[in-house]
């Protein structure tokens, strides 16, 4: 299993490579990871390097090549191809979909009891997603209906555990309860905002809020 920051470098990677057909610098990866110090990415390498996600190829300068990718990725054969050409499962690709898997429901309302069910999926077109792992969430509830997100949607979330103010935000609470807010970051404390005048906004202490994720699309029946 792959820690957060090896699966991070082994996208990012696999992403410039396919945008460029070069491999990254390590001054690009540094900046593109956000890391403090070159040294920091070549333990990384030799992390997925030891456990067959990358290879390095001889005699060619900034010559790496991805093997493999983790979990919620796929395989895409170009056209008129018979080679597979390794693209992250949720790449800007408006021919392919991917099945997410569909966590269950989330509140925009008052927050609700953490749903981790992971036996449905729904499939998403790649254009709704970007280039880090995704996961479904059901809507319950209508705090957020001023964002135009309803009771019944289908949201789709990218994992991360960091997000910028104003950014709408899978928040966990006390690691038991999870909704969907918008962020907002105030001295000593997380605000998350609901977008109904009919709803309070939640004001914790910062240990109390964990970022599971943030909106990236959505999903509507009429």
Do not use: W
């Amino acid at each position: 299993m792959l820690t957060k920051k090896q699966r991070d470098l082994l996208i990012f990677i696999n992403d410039y490579i396919q945008k460029t057909g070069l491999s990254p610098s390590f001054e690009e990866m540094k900046i593109g990871l956000d890391l403090k110090s070159k040294s920091g990415i070549h333990r990384l390498i030799n992390a997925l390097v030891e456990r067959g996600f990358l290879e390095r190829l001889p005699n060619k300068a900034r010559a790496l090549e991805v093997k493999r990718l983790p979990e919620n990725v796929v395989q895409i054969a170009p056209r008129n191809s018979g080679k597979p050409n390794l693209r992250p499962a949720n790449a800007n690709n408006t021919n392919e979909v991917v099945s997410l898997p569909l966590h269950g429901k989330i509140a925009a309302g008052t927050p609700i009891d953490a749903v981790r069910n992971e036996i449905d999926t729904i499939d998403v077109p790649m254009s709704m997603l970007g280039m880090q792992p995704c996961y479904a969430l059901t809507i319950e509830g209508d705090s957020m209906m001023k964002a135009g997100i309803m009771d019944g949607d289908i949201v789709i979330i990218e994992k991360c555990d960091r997000a910028n103010d104003g950014d709408i935000v899978v928040a966990l609470v006390d690691e038991e309860e999870v909704t969907l807010k918008r962020l907002r970051r105030e001295i000593g404390s997380v605000v998350l905002m609901p977008e109904n005048d009919a709803y309070q906004p939640i004001r914790l202490p910062p240990n109390r809020v964990r970022i599971q994720g943030k909106l990236r699309s959505l999903f509507r029946n009429y």
